[in-house]
Each structure stands twice: as C-alpha cells, then as structure tokens.
C-alpha cells in the first residue's frame, strides 16, 4: 500500500483560494482551525492523487478515520486533531463528514445533476464552515447560512478547476443535465478554451451559485465574535467577486483567481460596510 505522506500535494493552507486561519480569526481559534486543515489537506491529497488505485485511497482514508475515532494511531494528523477535538468537547462529525466526500471523490466521477452536487457539498464543504463555528462556539442557527456560503465557494472552485479536474482525474463535477441540455458532453472540458455552449453552463452555474450567495449574505452580521465575521464577510467579497467573474470568463482559459493583491484591496474596500452592518446590527 502506498504511504500517505507519498501521496501529498504539498499544498498548505496559505495556498488555499480562500482564508483558512487568517490572521483575523482569533489566536486561541486557529490551532483547532489548522489541526483540522492539516488533517482534512491531507484526506484531500489521498483522495485526488492521480494515480494511486482506488482501493488503495479508500484503504487509507479508513485508516484516518480510525486514528480520529480512537481505534488507531497510525496518523499523526488523526491523532492530533482527535486530541483538539477532546480537549474543547468537539465533535469529531464534522471531519468525518468530509471523509465521506473523500470517498465519494473516489468512488464517484459524474453529478446528474444540480441537486445531486448540492448533496456532495454538504459533506465536502459545509462541515469546514460548520467546524469553524462549533471553535467559535457559535451557534448551530447559522448552519444553513454557513451551509449556503459553503456551498457556494464549492461551486466556484469546481467551476473554477473544471479542465484541470477532467484531464487530470477524469473527474467533472459539472452536472450532467446542465451539459445534455445544452447539446455537448465531457470531452468539451478537455479543449483549450471553452466553446460558446460550455461558457454558456458555466455561467448558467454560476448564475445559481450567486442564489447560494444571496442566502448566505446575512451570515457574517449574525455572527457574535468581530474577528471570525470580518473573516467570513471578507470570504464572502471574495466568493461574490469570483463568481463574477465566472459569469464572463472562460476558466479553461482564462485566470478566474485572486492575487493576493486583489484581496486586500476587496478587503479593504468592504470594511466601510462591514463597519456599517455591524453597527446596524448592534442596534
């Protein structure tokens, strides 16, 4: 069996398209936060190699699920986050929630259709978001915004891969209907620039992603502690400002990312009505 570490990408979470433990969260929060990354980067990187066999995959995800759960330590990851988890009387559900998506990420290569992807989400995105907020102890009435949020950053980011994801690990998370209906398959993902119907589902895609961020738009002014609502309603600019750009680039061809340049100036040009929600808020 291949080894985990042999396995891993080498990605961090600074490489990530989205803030994870920035330093606007909290110090006491981001330990938990970063254990939790670390070990779900590396469930990830097991999940996506290009060519480990399957049984292979499935095989060492079930070995971290068990050093999570107490029934091994074989993981170092696993075992650190299981004693985050224990020292703040967390939940370990949230991690294994993604470990499900994982091995769907093994298993399962097409989404018929939207509701299906949407499914996914909820264990591949929606439990990071869920997680941050149990650390923050927050409450659970924000879940479906939270879940919203997370869907829609999924979304993006899949739009965001879909040449790289379908040449790579034959892998297309863009929903088979949304393809059928407009008249092409696959292999359009494979071409160097996106055809006039391809640009045409990303941007029908999109276009439902940004109902995804209308209802997740409340979220970062209910949230009690500053520091993790600056956090969100900054990944909130971000994911609006991609999605944008979704609607009128082409992904195979074009950039559809931020410098970090471009961060801090949508960061910095939100402040003023991030001040002002808080302030209504407050009232």
């Not at 949407?118 to 997680?131: K, L, W």
């Not at 494979?190 to 409340?218: E, Y």
């Not at 609607?247 to 001040?275: E, I, N």
Request: charged share 25%; hydrophobic share 45%; with cysteine.
């Amino acid at each position: 069996m291949s080894d985990i570490a042999a396995l891993q990408s080498g990605k961090g979470h600074k490489d990530e398209n989205f803030p994870v433990a920035s330093v606007l969260i909290a110090p006491r929060h981001r330990p938990p936060v970063l254990a939790f990354y670390h070990f779900v980067r590396m469930a990830d990187d097991v999940a996506d190699h290009p060519t480990a066999p399957a049984d292979e995959k499935l095989a060492l995800l079930e070995t971290m699920r068990a050093s999570l759960e107490g029934e091994s330590d074989a993981v170092r990851e696993g075992v650190t986050l299981r004693a985050v988890l224990a020292e703040r009387d967390l939940s370990p559900v949230h991690a294994l929630d993604l470990l499900e998506a994982f091995r769907r990420d093994v298993t399962k290569s097409r989404y018929a259709g939207w509701d299906e992807l949407i499914d996914y989400c909820r264990y591949s995105a929606m439990p990071v978001g869920r997680f941050v907020l149990d650390v923050h102890g927050e409450s659970p009435a924000l879940w479906p915004a939270n879940d919203a949020l997370c869907a829609a950053l999924q979304v993006i980011n899949h739009l965001q891969d879909c040449g790289k994801d379908y040449r790579t690990l034959n892998r297309v998370y863009i929903p088979e209907d949304a393809l059928a209906a407009a008249g092409i398959g696959v292999e359009a993902l494979a071409a160097d620039r996106a055809g006039p119907a391809l640009r045409d589902v990303i941007a029908g895609l999109a276009g439902k992603t940004a109902g995804l961020l209308d209802g997740s738009r409340p979220f970062a002014g209910a949230i009690r502690d500053l520091r993790l609502a600056l956090e969100v309603d900054l990944i909130q600019t971000l994911a609006g400002d991609l999605n944008r750009m979704l609607m009128t680039r082409d992904p195979l061809s074009q950039p559809v990312h931020h410098s970090r340049s471009d961060a801090v100036r949508l960061f910095l040009a939100r402040l003023p009505g991030f001040a002002l929600m808080r302030l209504k808020n407050r009232r």
